[in-house]
């Protein structure tokens, strides 16, 4: 997890420049704001702005500079068209910060207390003329060292980061997406086209050539990994761990020697094609615990969700929706074999097994999974999908991992999830926003944020 990177944009009049001392004050305040937005951002105050030439020169630095965001505060008033033409010209996102040095006004207050301190009806003149001229923004309104405040601030930080990330994020396909499952069907050229994310086919052929000449120390050294972190089932032969283990050092290569940051794969894919000689399911839940996304049966949307809360909670999940415990108020969370073990509760053993889902699974080696149940805590769940129109949106949700233990005749990753209010009634509203049956999942209440993300990147986004 990073820092957002945040250029800030501090506007005064230049009529005030009568009164040398005033824009030195508000140079000061820059730098106490500054000082406010580090814990959670890097922040670069280039100084007091009040002509068009230094409002233009200093967004121009915040471009070159690879901003997240910009942060633009009147540190007093200051009239609005130094400072339009370049928010207008700019792709990066704008957050205005309606603050003041000032807490309280009292009886002892003074004239030159509301000269530093007037810079609200500045943001009323800024904010009309972007909203006028079709140009988003976002407002948040508070002293700058109400904790409350700084925290909105912070999930606009954290949001411009993030969408930021998925604008770069490319995600590799190996095969293609399950046939007949229609709610994460994609066209790849608007998944691009609204939030960045370009996917990128994975030649099977080649992922299983680099397995086979995987250099055999390498090999070694991650099995006795695995044997030293895990706790494996006495019937798995050296055979079929090294199979596991040689595709998951194949796809590793391969998601770095091409920028990729998630991957999704789809089980009949492998064994209909028949280059593989097993499924990556060891290898996704190693990758996620690594930080890279993942999505199952091909779902490219789930993986970037994934990526999007690592993002911002820097640990996340793939998972699905599988059986409703009513009497629990919960939902039992699992797939058919991947899972972020780094997640997994920490008074229970993370198990090495055989799948058994081998009927259905056409490859030459059994796949061997990590079986496990998640550590009990808050968390969100979110689903990137497409809804009327071909349009992106994020359904997202709040609750937690029920303190549960590991259910032996599951063998495979799993959890139980208790949303926040009454499952039957979340589970109809988060289908009619369009919820898909993948979802992502991450501990932390990061709604607000998701939301936040969504409306940076232009999509439509619900919270259920």
């Known amino acids: 997890m990073s820092k957002a990177r945040v250029g800030l944009l501090g506007l005064m009049f230049d009529l005030y420049e009568a009164w040398p001392q005033l824009k030195l004050d508000m140079a000061e305040f820059g730098g106490q704001l500054s000082d406010a937005l580090a814990p959670f951002a890097e922040v670069e105050f280039p100084g007091v702005c ?14 070159a500079g690879g901003k997240d965001l910009i942060i633009v505060v009147l540190l007093t008033y200051a009239p609005s068209h130094i400072a339009l033409p370049a928010l207008l010209a700019t792709r990066l996102p704008i957050v205005i910060f309606n603050t003041q040095q000032l807490f309280e006004i009292n009886r002892e207050t003074q004239g030159s207390d ?84 370009e996917v990128h086919h994975l030649s ?9 000449s995987a250099p055999q120390a390498a090999i070694a050294a991650q099995m006795t990994s695995d044997r030293q972190r895990f706790q494996f089932d006495p019937g798995i032969t050296e055979l079929e761990h090294e199979a596991s283990a040689r595709l998951e050092w194949a796809l590793r290569e391969a998601l770095v020697a091409q920028g990729m940051r998630g991957f999704a794969s789809h089980f009949l894919a492998v064994g209909a094609e028949g280059w593989l000689d097993t499924l990556p399911f060891l290898a996704a839940s190693k990758l996620l615990a690594e930080g890279y996304g993942f999505g199952g049966e091909g779902d490219v949307t789930s993986a970037a969700a994934v990526c999007m809360l690592q993002a911002l909670a820097g640990q996340a999940n ?57 550590e009990p805590g808050p968390c969100t769940l979110a689903s990137l999908t497409t ?18 233990p590991y259910i032996a005749d599951l063998n495979r990753p799993h959890y139980k999830f208790r949303p926040d209010g009454d499952l039957c009634d979340f589970l109809t509203r988060f289908s009619l926003e369009g919820g898909s049956h993948h979802q992502a999942m991450a501990y932390g209440r990061w709604a607000s944020t998701v939301e936040k993300t969504a409306a940076l990147l232009g999509i439509a986004y619900a919270r259920v």
């Open 50 to 63: 009040n002509t068009r030439e230094q409002v233009e020169h200093a967004v121009a630095g915040f471009e």
């Open 114 to 197: 509301t000269t530093r301190n007037h810079g609200m009806h500045g943001v009323q003149d800024l904010a009309n003329v972007l909203l006028r001229a079709g140009r988003p923004l976002h407002i948040v309104t508070g002293h700058y060292q109400d904790a409350r405040v700084l925290a909105e601030i912070k999930g606009w930080c954290d949001a411009a980061r993030t969408a930021g990330h998925l604008a770069a994020l490319r995600i590799g396909l190996v095969g293609y997406a399950m046939e007949g499952m229609g709610d994460f069907g994609l066209d790849e050229t608007a998944f691009l086209a609204q939030v960045g994310v």
């Open 204 to 212: 099977m052929k080649s992922l299983a050539t680099a397995a086979k």
């Open 318 to 374: 793939f998972t699905e929706m599988f059986t409703m415990d009513f009497a629990g108020n919960a939902a039992l969370m699992m797939h058919m074999g991947e899972g972020n073990w780094r997640m997994a509760r920490r008074d229970e053993p993370v198990r090495v097994l055989r799948s058994t889902l081998k009927e259905i699974m056409e490859v030459p080696v059994d796949p061997l999974l990590l079986a496990f149940t998640l």
């Open 387 to 404: 809804v009327a129109g071909g349009k992106l949106k994020l359904v997202v949700t709040e609750g937690e991992v029920v303190d549960h």
